[in-house]
């Protein structure tokens, strides 16, 4: 599974939405009804799948789905 695949699963299980329901450019807010403790609650997900910290001035750029996942493509390299 990609890291696409991975973060979606993660924000069907927050937000109960089905995963074939979302897509790369959906907005956690408008297409998803994400609010700021849901977020929060999707980041630690995300954190503890990943294994990656996320400063809070990163989690305020998230604003669809690609956001988070070019995110933490980003970190990974970073580890490379």
């Given amino acids: 599974m990609d890291i696409t695949d991975e973060v979606k699963v993660l ?3 927050q937000f109960g939405i089905e995963k074939e ?3 790369s450019d959906s907005h956690l807010q408008n297409d998803i009804n994400a ?3 849901g977020i929060s ?4 997900s ?10 809070q001035e ?3 750029k998230f604003n669809t789905v ?5 995110f933490i493509e980003d970190q990974e390299t970073e580890r490379d």
């Fill in 11 to 13: 924000i069907s299980q």
């Fill in 21 to 23: 329901k979302i897509d």
């Fill in 35 to 37: 609010d700021p403790l």
């Fill in 41 to 44: 609650d999707l980041v630690v």
């Fill in 46 to 55: 995300i954190e503890e799948k990943f294994k990656i910290k996320i400063p």
């Fill in 58 to 60: 990163n989690i305020v």
């Fill in 66 to 70: 690609s956001d988070i996942v070019e």
